[in-house]
Every structure is written in C-alpha cells, then in structure tokens.
C-alpha cells in the first residue's frame, strides 16, 4: 500500500524550530520529486517547498525562503523539513506530497498541486506563545 505518513509536528513558541519529517512506504521514493505543502485555518493549500527525486534540486515559496530547508534521504525513503524562526502565520497542517519525477527534468512545476500523485494526511504545527 503506498503511503506518506508526516510526523514532527506539535506546539512551537515563535522564533522556534521543528523539523518534519515524511516516511514514504509502497513505493520507491527516489524516482518522486518530494513536497511539502501546508494549509492554514481558512485558507487554501499552498506549496512551500520542493526537492527533486535526486535531491540535487530545491525550491521554496517566498514565503519561507531563507527560514525552511527540504532534504531527503532516498535511502531510508525519508523527506524532511526543517523549519527556523517560526511565526505565527506558520500555523498549519503540514502535508507531505509526492510526484513521479522520472526521467523528467526537474522543475519546481513537479510538486504543483494539482500534478502530485500521493498525499500524506499531515502533521499539524502551531506557532504560538
């Protein structure tokens, strides 16, 4: 059975970190470029970051450049999130995204939200004092 399965998430105080992490299973990882996207109360799903099925590539939303790093591990079939300087305008479901990268040439468009193959049910983060 394929699955994404989050994990990491929790309460942070701002000005915190929290690394998230996504344990893939079913399938194998290292031919999907990886993504993490997060939905706030009210608002719609958005990307934030991106990485590509080798993990030489990367991208993120302006949004959290500079504060969140994406990494994977295709051997452990792991991607992580490592996220800096936490706000309150962090707080969301974070959810872990998967989407055949193949022999495709990376871009950032593999992790659009409307071309991701697999969803993980996601980790909730709240950023709050």
């Known amino acids: 059975q394929l699955q994404l399965v989050e994990s990491g998430g929790g309460l942070v105080q701002p000005g915190g970190s929290l690394r998230l992490s996504c344990a893939a299973s079913?399938?194998?990882?290292?031919?999907?470029?990886m993504g993490w996207f997060r939905q706030a109360p009210g608002k719609e799903r958005e990307g934030i970051a991106c990485?590509?099925?080798?993990?030489?590539?990367?991208n993120y939303a302006d949004s959290v450049k500079g504060r969140f790093t994406i990494s994977r591990d295709n051997a452990k079939n792991m991607v992580y999130l490592q996220m800096n300087s936490l706000e309150p305008e962090a707080t969301a479901v974070y959810y872990c995204?998967?989407?055949?990268?193949?022999?495709?040439?990376?871009?950032?468009?593999?992790?659009?939200?409307?071309?991701?193959?697999?969803w993980g049910k996601g980790t909730s983060v709240t950023v709050s004092s």
């Open positions: 990485i590509s099925s080798s993990g030489d590539s990367t």
């Open positions: 079913g399938f194998t990882a290292d031919v999907y470029a």
């Open positions: 995204a998967a989407n055949l990268q193949g022999l495709r040439v990376w871009s950032s468009q593999l992790c659009n939200y409307y071309g991701i193959d697999y």
